[in-house]
């Protein structure tokens, strides 16, 4: 099935993995581990692979492509090594942490005051006297020179640290000012303030020397202020995977070339790219392959230089679908060669096996939704290998208008979710949108989700919880 959708169409070639395989006898080289000038690469596999794969013509449930791909990715996962990058702390975000973050000095590194105030005992204060104000302490000041004696009180801001003396911090809005001293207000049973009050001891976040943040971390808002929190201008993360993309088809042309009105746009390229950037990989966009098997093999062959192969369209049975016999005549074995799901019946997953370097690779459909589909369902899950996460994710909503479709697929509509809690209080509705099949990239980018109706539903009643994959 070819591309049917509506920049910068700049082809990379593919340098090497960022992930490369150690065979047995490098195992006895450790000094291997300690580099990657001679392999290219940034993970070795410490062992060949066992996994077993089926013959070609294989179509399966989506629940066993599913575990099939979950299977590689827990394989890999088991017997991968990484090397490292470091980067300024800024391009760590999305990345993941090679090394663990420790803290420099306790957190925080004194007594901290969480608000504007008074700092002063609490026996004083609840005794009810009036507290004499000798002086004030903003945040970011040095510390007070002299501590609090009994019966008095320093004025003190957010994030200041609380002076040596004084065991509380009384809000300034429970307190009245007399003429240079501090009295507690009288709010009944809630008047009294206890030791410890408004104060977060030093320390009390987190130890000096203790990991803040563990190796395997993936970074984001949080983690990259934890990082800086701890002096840390730079980190040491996972190198990103090489993702090889190349659509397939006579009739795409580039993005920024003028179509003829037999012609497409390559858009599948953008989107896979797209969708390898927010998994936090590198997408290597390969030329366009041409329908003839020897200019196809050519960019197979570069497109293995890289750590997954994604080709797209191709895979379906036309006459010039010519992806999986060219994979197969160059050796390639498939765990599948179907799954039963809508849109991307036709998907691939296989690999080469026969070095030292297992290399992966999906046959994606060539209709643009069907594409992006199969990536999140099942390319996604196998990077899970090398230190990734999904960027999709399945949540749960109520459904808003009755659906009847035919059983024996598991399907992924486009549909949109409105998660308003003044219009839907009790949970998120999804409505399913009006789409053209597999190829409306236009409905597709009105959608926000993608309704999951599992084979054996015939009908889905309105009101009903049903998944959505995000």
Known sequence: MRQSSCGDSR?????????????????????LLTGTASLCSSFFYAMNPTLKSSAPSRVVSFAEANRIVREHAEFLGRHVIASEQTVPLLQSLGRVLAEPIRADRDQ???????????????????????????GQIPAGAA?????????????????????????????????????GAVRLLDRGQDTAVAPGANIVPAGAEVGSGEVILPAGTRMAAAQIAAAAACGFAKVSVLARPRIAIVATGDELVEVGQMALPH?????????????????GAEPVRLAIARDDAAHLKGLIHTALEADLMLLSGGVSMGKYDLVEQVLLSMGAEFFF??????PGKPVVFGRFAESDRPRYFFGLPGNPVSTMVTFSLFVEPLLCAFGLRPASRLAQARLKEDFRTKTGLTRFLPAILDADPEQYPLAPVVERIAWQGSGDVAATSRANCFLVVPADRELLRAGETVTVLL
Not at 111 to 129: H, K
Request: hydrophobic share 40%.
């Open 263 to 279: 012609q497409i746009r390559n858009s599948n390229s953008y989107s896979l790219a797209a969708q390898i950037l927010t998994v």
């Open 337 to 342: 060669t179907g799954a039963l799901i809508q």
């Open 108 to 134: 925080p590194p004194f007594p901290r005051s969480t608000r504007d105030g008074f700092a002063c005992r609490a026996a004083d204060l609840n005794a009810g006297g009036r507290l004499k104000i000798i």
């Open 143 to 179: 510390p007070f020179p002299f501590g609090v004696a009994e019966g008095e009180a320093i004025e003190i801001m957010t994030g200041a640290p609380v002076p040596s003396g004084a065991d509380c911090v009384v809000m300034i809005e429970h307190v009245e000012l007399d003429n």
């Open 11 to 31: 082809q990379h070639s593919v340098s090497g993995p960022a992930f490369g395989f150690l065979s047995s006898a490098a195992l006895k080289q450790p000094n």
